[in-house]
Structure formats: C-alpha cells, structure tokens
C-alpha cells in the first residue's frame, strides 16, 4: 500500500527546482478543492520506503516517541481524509513529536483549540516554496490560528535538519510559524499516517480538534475561504 501511495505522489507531486524559468506546475480547473503543484517529479528511487512505519504491537493512539516517553493520543484516532467531501463522523488526529526550527520538541497536541493548518512540504519543491512567503502572514492574521509546515525532505532528497529549518525560516522571513522536522514516515493511507497525495498538501483542523478539510496543492484562496469558515465556527 505504501508502494502505492508513493506512486500516486510521483504522478502529482512537486520537482526540484532546477530550472526557474521553466513552468513546472499544473492545477485542476475544474476541482476547487486541488490546487497547483508541480510536475516532473523525482525519480521513484527518491521515495522508496525501506523501513517498516509501523509495528504491529503498536497502537495507533498510544506511541514512544523518540525519548521513550508515551506519547497520547486520542482514542480511535485517524488523520485519514479524503480531499473530495468532509469526513462523517469527524475524527480527531494522531499525535506526533517534531523537533521545530529552534531545536525544540512540538506535539501536534500543543495547537489544540487554534484552527490549524498543517502543510506538507519539500526543500526542494518550487511550490513549496510559493507557499512559504504566505506562511508568516496567514499565521499572523488569523486567531485562533497556528500555520505549521512539516518539511519532509531537504534540498537533496533527505530527512531536514535543525539547520535546515533555520535556513527555510530565514529564507522566507518566518518567525513565529513553527517548521518541523519529518520524513516519509509519516506518509501513508493508515490512520496514523497523512495521506498526502500532492506536494505541498494541506490539512485544516478544527477549533475542536477534528480532521475537518485537505487540499492537495496550493489553492491560496480557497485555503483562505476554508480556514475562516472554521474560525467563524
């Protein structure tokens, strides 16, 4: 399945950013709820997965973080949402621990009560990119608001560091908006995993905490429409 997944990311994900002047994103027209991402995407070597993401001893609401400590989740919770209609019933998210662009261990769990929005980037995605000078400012002129973009891969394909969260935030004048730290780990269709189908791909949680909207591309006033619809909520 993750095989699968990976695939359905190359036919609609984003391109590194060799040539700038050539047009390298596309949109679907005809559906509001898709916006641009790029085209030409990495080779399929770059989004292999060798590593087994789950452990079958392991519940989906309960997980160790990388300090051995118990990280909670709601029970039966599940990020699973499909960008073509809101989910019925809702579900609240998993929890996860990233460490942000000051070194610093975030849990999705700390933004509960804002209206969040959760971007899934690239170093390497001229998209992501257009999405990155917008961050700041949506972050500041929505409350309850929190923008957090989780960087997947670095300029090179790998997992980002520390360094290159502080780079990502300088280059784009971001100050306050957290910037996380993942890999592709956190991919997939289970419920623990984001079902990240395009680069960059967006994912709007509710006051409440519920899973309620995706976006897959950058959709900026949609993405507008859909985060003061919930504010006003």
Known sequence: MRNLL???????G???DINEDKDDTTSDTNNPSVGIVSTDPPGADDWVDDSDSTDSSESEDSQDDDTGEELKSYEDCSNFIDHREEPDPLNRPCNFKL???????????????DV???DFST?????????????????DNYTPFSAITILTENSSGDPPTVDNLREWAA???ITTAPILASDDSMIGTEDHLWN???LPCF???????YVRKTQPGWNESRLTEYIQELILE
């Open 203 to 209: 994912f709007i949680i509710d006051k409440d905490f």
């Open 171 to 173: 280059e784009y004048h």
């Open 196 to 198: 990240v189908d395009g």
């Open 99 to 113: 460490q942000d662009q000051n070194g610093d261990n975030v849990e999705l769990y700390d933004f509960q009560g």
């Open 116 to 118: 969040i929005l959760l």
């Open 6 to 12: 990976f695939l359905i990311i190359l036919l609609l």
């Open 14 to 16: 984003c391109t590194p």
């Open 123 to 139: 170093m390497w995605c001229s998209v992501c990119k257009t999405v990155a000078q917008h961050v700041q400012e949506m972050h």
